[in-house]
T-cell receptor
């Protein structure tokens, strides 16, 4: 069974600085998708970024980028120029290609200090 | 285009009562998923439905929980004889063939 591990329960970053959230996963599949979701206090699940495993290029969405290391099964999220609105719970998630279920990590709380 | 709509947003039940949570998928989406989030945890898959069919219920507890997605109307997650351990946020997501879009969740509190 696939598992997703987020080893940092909580992280803090100063406004305007950069922070990296870690995620590792375990799978025997070769084709899959990885995601980072943001859950602010409103509890809405917001897709931040996605990565297809067959793509070597790391995905980027404005201030958010990933470091995808397929051999190491690592998928970290880098947030540049952190803003107060980035404060939230961040979840890493996995879905195998052709599958329907998302498997989530336990989450990392990100606090942004002004 | 309205997003995934869940109601009620908050539901309080006493032990032994029934809870019904509703989910209207995004327009044009025929796939619905239910996830449960216990306090301080990530979301756990419960069930995946298409219209009138349960495709995957591997995450559903064997007793007291059921889900449906009728031809007309919203998907319903039903919890019978609720216990305190059922207190959680229940999220619905919908998709067509690709990306999942989540609703804002229904928070169930069992007294």
């Amino acid at each position: 069974a696939q598992t997703v591990t987020q080893s940092q329960p909580e992280m803090s970053v100063q406004e305007a600085e950069t922070v990296t959230l870690s995620c590792t996963y375990d799978t025997s599949e070769s084709d899959y998708y990885l995601f980072w979701y943001k859950q602010p206090p409103s509890r809405q699940m917001i897709l931040v970024i996605r990565q297809e495993a067959y793509k070597q290029q790391n995905a980027t969405e404005n201030r958010f980028s990933v470091n995808f290391q397929k051999a190491a099964k690592s998928f970290s999220l880098k947030i540049s120029d952190s803003q107060l609105g980035d404060a939230a719970m961040y979840f890493c998630a996995y879905r195998r290609a052709g599958g329907n279920k998302l498997v989530f990590g336990a989450g990392t709380i990100l606090r942004v200090k002004s | 285009n309205a997003g995934v709509m869940q109601n009620p947003r908050h539901l309080v039940r006493r032990r032994g009562q029934e809870a019904r949570l509703r989910c209207s998928p995004m327009k044009g989406h025929s796939h619905v998923y239910w996830y449960r989030q216990l306090p301080e945890e990530g979301l756990k898959f419960m069930v995946y439905l298409q219209k009138e069919n349960i495709i995957d219920e591997s995450g559903m507890p064997k007793e007291r929980f059921s889900a449906e997605f009728p031809k007309e109307g919203p998907s319903i997650l039903r919890i019978q004889q609720v216990v305190r351990g059922d207190s959680a946020a229940y999220f619905c997501a919908s998709s067509n063939t690709g990306e999942l879009f989540f609703g804002e969740g229904s928070r169930l509190t069992v007294l």
